[in-house]
């Protein structure tokens, strides 16, 4: 109450504007439109995840999960992404340890482990095509690769994403700028990872299983 009473007796003149304050900082508005891309890309996701559940049965008499998956070489995918997210860590560790060679190296070991993995990927749907079970074939399937094959598609932007970043170390070094958007980065990584949790539970798991 006291306080309301001080505030309410300051002259209007004295406390600023909005206006005067001016914007937001540059930082704190880019890392809330990146939350905000996070978020949507979640979303998406999860109406890809519910469209799967929907369709995962209406195979239109082709292939059925159980018949196309190859666990042996989801679970290398698997270990490969998951990998990639203690290596992506590590960098994160060493961007701010200011330590070039280990930043290098982490960063060269979770493209390596990406690109593992979306080789991996691209085989097996150029298998499952060659069959006939291409998205075409059923509902099922089409469900199939789209989830599956817009989780591809982020990890190849992702891998772009890390050799730009690693030019710019080469260029600014560890600039402010820099390490906020090896940072976001890393983020965007880790929720990858999470995704494929999800998508490796529900498509290969449970489609093997059913």
Not at 71 to 78: G, K, L, M, N, P
Not at 85 to 103: D, E, F, P, Q, V
Not at 140 to 163: E, M, N, P, Q, R
Not at 182 to 189: D, K
Request: proline letters at 3%; glycine letters at 8%.
């Amino acid at each position: 109450m006291n306080i309301a009473v001080a505030i309410d007796q300051i002259p209007q003149d004295a406390l600023p504007s909005a206006s005067k304050a001016g914007p937001a900082p540059k930082r704190s508005v880019v890392a809330y439109g990146f939350w905000i891309f996070l978020l949507s890309d979640i979303i998406m996701f999860a109406a890809l995840f519910a469209s799967y559940a929907v369709l995962v049965r209406s195979t239109a008499g082709g292939p059925t999960g159980a018949q196309l998956f190859n666990q042996t070489t989801v679970a290398i995918e698997t270990v490969c992404l998951l990998v990639s997210s203690y290596t992506c860590g590590l960098m994160s560790l060493a961007i701010n340890s200011r330590r070039y060679l280990k930043t290098y190296l982490g960063a060269l070991i979770t493209f390596a482990l990406g690109a593992t993995f979306l080789g991996l990927e691209i085989r097996e749907f150029s298998s499952m095509i060659s069959i006939g079970a291409a998205p075409q074939r059923s509902a099922f399937l089409s469900a199939f690769f789209t989830l599956v094959g817009c989780h591809g598609l982020h990890v190849a932007l992702g891998l772009i994403w890390l050799t730009v970043m690693m030019v710019q170390v080469a260029v600014f070094g560890f600039a402010a700028r820099v390490q906020h958007r090896l940072l976001c980065f890393s983020l965007f990584w880790h929720a990858l990872d999470i995704v494929w949790v999800g998508v490796f539970t529900v498509v290969y798991l449970m489609g093997v299983s059913s």
